[in-house]
């Protein structure tokens, strides 16, 4: 198991800006394919973003896609969320996750991942 910590949620207003953190320890942080994802409330756990353990790709939900940059640090041990042009709809707690298995390829599928961390808040006001 990989303990995932996430940080640097917060409340903002549209257009804002704002970056998520991922702190892992555990196991190997560069074997293992991590992704973003996100629960607002009342609905079910989507998925935001994905990036191979080499980071050679990355994917995106169309409704971040162009707004949000994932990237990585495995020197650090930390996963990054980039959010920009916030909106609204983009409200939830997002949660970091690292997939069960290492060297996985980029899927968005939560059955996929083993390790997750506790979430952090992102509220956008209008």
């Known amino acids: 198991q990989v303990q995932l910590v996430e940080s640097g949620g917060g409340l903002v207003q549209a257009g804002d800006s704002l970056t998520l953190s991922c702190a892992a320890s555990g196991r190997t942080f560069s074997r293992y394919t991590m992704g973003w994802f996100r629960q607002a409330p009342g609905k079910e756990r989507e998925f935001v973003a994905v990036i191979t353990w080499n980071s050679n790709r990355a994917r995106y939900a169309d409704s971040v896609k162009g707004r949000f940059t994932i990237s990585r640090d495995n020197a650090k041990n930390t996963l990054y969320l980039t959010m920009n042009n916030l909106k609204p709809e983009d409200t939830a707690v997002y949660y970091c996750?690292?997939?069960?298995?290492?060297?996985?390829?980029?899927?968005?599928?939560?059955?996929?991942?083993?390790?997750w961390g506790q979430g952090t808040q992102v509220s956008v006001s209008s």
């Open positions: 996750a690292a997939q069960t298995y290492p060297w996985g390829v980029d899927t968005y599928n939560t059955r996929d991942y083993g390790s």
